[in-house]
């Protein structure tokens, strides 16, 4: 079994500040990338960012020079998003995202609960 527990989030004002964390845990071999995506009620789920085991990253076009993922590069298990100058149209719930390679040898995508985001004035 992993577990993927997020934390963080919540509301922040226009222009303002949010930071989420994810740590994974449970029967896991390795872990290839971790990711962050985010969901509107009615829309589809979509990529907010991704960073892979080498820390290479990549960004939504709607996020780029706003937000920052990382991971911790001791343990590689918790991957965080910096996110700031934040606008009403970043409100929407998160999810933390990561591909593991399971003590069994096995591959699979497992997600967090889902953490809100609110901006608003």
């Known amino acids: 079994q992993v577990q993927l527990v997020e934390s963080g989030g919540g509301l922040a004002q226009p222009g303002g500040s949010l930071g989420l964390s994810c740590a994974v845990s449970?029967?896991?071999?390795?872990?290839?990338?971790m990711a962050w995506y985010r969901q509107i009620p009615g829309n589809q789920r979509e990529l907010v960012a991704v960073?892979?085991?080498?820390?290479?990253?990549?960004y939504a076009d709607s996020v780029k020079g706003r937000f920052t993922i990382s991971r911790d590069s001791a343990r590689n298990t918790v991957v965080y998003l910096q996110m700031n100058s934040l606008k009403p149209e970043d409100t929407a719930v998160y999810y933390c995202?990561?591909?593991?390679?399971?003590?069994?040898?096995?591959?699979?995508?497992?997600w967090g609960q889902g953490t809100q985001v609110t901006v608003s004035s």
């Open positions: 995202n990561a591909y593991v390679h399971t003590s069994q040898r096995l591959w699979g995508q497992f």
């Open positions: 449970g029967s896991i071999f390795s872990i290839n990338y």
């Open positions: 960073i892979n085991s080498d820390a290479g990253t990549n």
